[in-house]
């Protein structure tokens, strides 16, 4: 079967993750308007409960598979061996989950989030069903967009006609379920065009459970670290806190995954060519990777610290102002998460280094919820936001500390300098325009459009690569014209 560029794999999956983040900045802002804090921090606080055991039920299955996959992806007997005793593992995880689940809900202290946690986890059957990994392996990004715009359009008139008062949070909440899940009904039809299920004579479990576990740990670790500040701001603090802090993560979330989405189509193809031993193939995707995220996610970051009040209140409307002082504090999250999950998920995994990875997330885990555990009880959202960017620069560090281990490139951060010294320059631009006093909507036009010049306009002045490879681009295009 054909395997289309990563070129097309990485445009189809931008488009799908653009329409991910098209859905939530249609629907978050208009949901927030009509729940209000603390209908919306209901509703987080009570998927960041759910969220633990849809982690458990997926295991560490979908990377695992999508690695081992793309080895075999050529021979169908074996593939169809490995999706038949990866879907049998993956259907008693999933049992045991939301047994478990249901358990953890009948809890005194989650008495008024039952019905959302039960509504949330079912998202762990839709995942098995779905088999989304299956796609992955076989680069069928097309089938994924599709699908997935199809269900995110049903949901958002949905949302319009059935969310109109602040008691209809459920309905919001299963409305999430559908728009991120529901499409995978179709999934398992879809995926006999690629394998035959439980067409193999004998089940070998075993040897798949000890990688699985490694990443699955990586997984419980990283949803600790990524989740922990919401779960324990609901048990420490209120729903009000959990929702002006859901505003100013969703945003900051939102932007770190924009940058990422053409990350996520590398996996199967990195593990392939290191199975094929092609290092320079290999090098070179991994370079250009790293300086699209930092060129990308450095402005961001400034740019966030620039406009968090704006974009808050674009975002959801009043009664959030004091989610803008978080999204501040954030902003340097959005760099530190997607390079952790860049190494993580691009580097260690096909190198089959997940034990490091492993290590990393739980330290980051860890340091994470000792400061939630100080900082929420004396300074509440903000101590979380602070906690939250700490743990994420923890993992970082350790990452990197591990990476020389088994991988050495003296040129992969050469240009991140160049990066940093234009950001602080158009980060001092964006303040003059602050102080010009413009209205709301033309001061993020004049300061995103100037700033941009600026950032670029130093990048040029410090011949910076991906300036010129834009450059290039842009003549490209318009000779084709």
Same mark, same amino acid.
């Given at each position: 079967?054909?395997?289309?560029?990563?070129?097309?794999?990485?445009?189809?999956?931008?488009?799908?993750?653009?329409?991910?983040?098209?859905?939530?900045?249609?629907?978050?802002?208009?949901?927030?308007?009509?729940?209000?804090?603390?209908?919306?921090?209901?509703?987080?606080?009570?998927?960041?409960?759910?969220?633990?055991?849809?982690?458990?039920a997926s295991l560490?299955?979908?990377?695992?598979?999508?690695?081992?996959?793309?080895?075999?992806?050529?021979?169908?007997?074996?593939?169809?061996?490995?999706?038949?005793?990866?879907?049998? @593992?993956?259907? &008693?995880?999933?049992?045991?989950? =939301?047994?478990?689940? /249901?358990? #953890? +809900?009948? $809890?005194?202290?989650? %008495?008024?989030?039952?019905?959302?946690?039960?509504?949330?986890?079912?998202?762990?059957?839709?995942?098995?069903?779905?088999?989304?990994?299956?796609?992955?392996?076989?680069?069928?990004?097309?089938?994924?967009?599709?699908?997935?715009?199809?269900?995110?359009?049903?949901?958002?008139?949905?949302?319009?006609?059935?969310?109109?008062?602040?008691?209809?949070?459920?309905?919001?909440?299963?409305?999430?379920?559908?728009?991120?899940?529901?499409?995978? @009904?179709?999934? &398992?039809?879809?995926?006999?065009? =690629?394998?035959?299920? /439980?067409? #193999? +004579?004998? $089940?070998?479990?075993? %040897?798949?459970?000890?990688?699985?576990?490694?990443?699955?740990?990586?997984?419980?670790?990283?949803?600790?670290?990524?989740?922990?500040?919401?779960?324990?701001?609901?048990?420490?603090?209120?729903?009000?806190?959990?929702?002006?802090?859901?505003?100013?993560?969703?945003?900051?979330?939102?932007?770190?995954?924009?940058?990422?989405?053409?990350?996520?189509?590398?996996?199967?193809?990195?593990?392939?060519?290191?199975?094929?031993?092609?290092?320079?193939?290999?090098?070179?995707?991994?370079?250009?990777?790293?300086?699209?995220?930092?060129?990308? +996610?450095?402005?961001?970051?400034?740019?966030?610290?620039?406009?968090?009040?704006?974009?808050?209140?674009?975002?959801?409307?009043?009664?959030?102002?004091?989610?803008?002082?978080?999204?501040?504090?954030?902003?340097?999250?959005?760099?530190?998460?997607?390079?952790?999950?860049?190494?993580?998920?691009?580097?260690?995994?096909?190198?089959?280094?997940?034990?490091?990875?492993?290590?990393?997330?739980?330290?980051?885990?860890?340091?994470?919820?000792?400061?939630?555990?100080?900082?929420?009880?004396?300074?509440?959202?903000?101590?979380?936001?602070?906690?939250?960017?700490?743990?994420e620069i923890s993992?970082?560090?350790?990452?990197?500390?591990?990476?020389?281990?088994?991988?050495?490139?003296?040129?992969?951060?050469?240009?991140?300098?160049?990066?940093l010294v234009a950001?602080?320059?158009?980060?001092?631009?964006?303040?003059?325009?602050?102080?010009?006093?413009?209205?709301?909507?033309?001061?993020?036009?004049?300061?995103?459009?100037?700033?941009?010049?600026?950032?670029?306009?130093?990048?040029?002045?410090?011949?910076?690569?991906?300036?010129?490879?834009?450059?290039?681009?842009?003549?490209?295009?318009?000779?084709?014209?």
């Amino acid at each position: 079967m054909k395997v289309r560029s990563l070129k097309f794999n990485s445009v189809v999956n931008l488009i799908k993750t653009i329409l991910g983040i098209i859905f939530p900045l249609i629907t978050f802002p208009y949901a927030s308007r009509v729940l209000g804090a603390t209908g919306i921090g209901k509703v987080d606080y009570a998927n960041s409960i759910s969220n633990y055991f849809i982690l458990f039920a997926s295991l560490g299955i979908a990377t695992y598979t999508i690695r081992e996959g793309a080895k075999v992806r050529d021979d169908k007997k074996k593939l169809d061996q490995l999706v038949t005793e990866i879907f049998v @593992i993956n259907s &008693i995880s999933t049992v045991v989950a =939301y047994i478990c689940l /249901f358990i #953890c +809900s009948s $809890l005194p202290v989650f %008495k008024n989030y039952q019905e959302l946690i039960l509504l949330n986890g079912t998202i762990m059957i839709f995942d098995l069903i779905g088999v989304n990994w299956l796609f992955n392996i076989f680069e069928d990004y097309i089938y994924i967009t599709v699908r997935t715009l199809a269900f995110q359009i049903i949901s958002l008139v949905l949302l319009f006609v059935f969310v109109q008062t602040p008691e209809d949070y459920l309905i919001y909440a299963g409305l999430i379920v559908f728009a991120n899940a529901g499409a995978n @009904i179709f999934n &398992i039809f879809y995926g006999r065009k =690629y394998v035959s299920f /439980f067409k #193999c +004579s004998k $089940l070998n479990l075993k %040897k798949h459970l000890k990688p699985i576990f490694i990443i699955f740990g990586i997984g419980i670790a990283s949803q600790i670290y990524l989740n922990i500040d919401t779960t324990m701001l609901g048990l420490l603090k209120s729903d009000y806190d959990v929702g002006l802090y859901s505003a100013a993560i969703k945003i900051n979330r939102t932007l770190g995954t924009l940058i990422s989405s053409a990350c996520a189509v590398l996996i199967p193809r990195l593990s392939y060519y290191i199975k094929m031993k092609m290092e320079k193939e290999y090098r070179n995707i991994v370079n250009t990777t790293v300086n699209y995220i930092l060129s990308l +996610s450095i402005p961001c970051a400034f740019g966030c610290a620039l406009l968090s009040s704006e974009c808050i209140f674009l975002f959801s409307g009043k009664g959030f102002e004091g989610a803008a002082p978080i999204m501040r504090i954030l902003s340097p999250n959005i760099i530190f998460a997607v390079m952790n999950g860049f190494l993580a998920y691009q580097i260690f995994i096909p190198f089959g280094k997940e034990l490091y990875t492993c290590i990393a997330t739980f330290v980051g885990a860890i340091l994470n919820v000792v400061l939630n555990s100080i900082f929420i009880i004396t300074f509440g959202t903000r101590g979380a936001a602070v906690a939250t960017v700490l743990a994420e620069i923890s993992v970082f560090i350790i990452l990197m500390y591990y990476m020389k281990k088994f991988y050495q490139d003296k040129t992969l951060f050469k240009e991140v300098w160049k990066y940093l010294v234009a950001g602080i320059c158009m980060f001092i631009v964006g303040l003059g325009i602050a102080a010009l006093g413009l209205g709301l909507i033309l001061k993020i036009l004049v300061t995103v459009v100037i700033c941009i010049i600026c950032y670029f306009g130093v990048l040029m002045i410090l011949k910076a690569k991906i300036a010129f490879v834009v450059i290039d681009m842009l003549k490209a295009r318009i000779k084709r014209k």
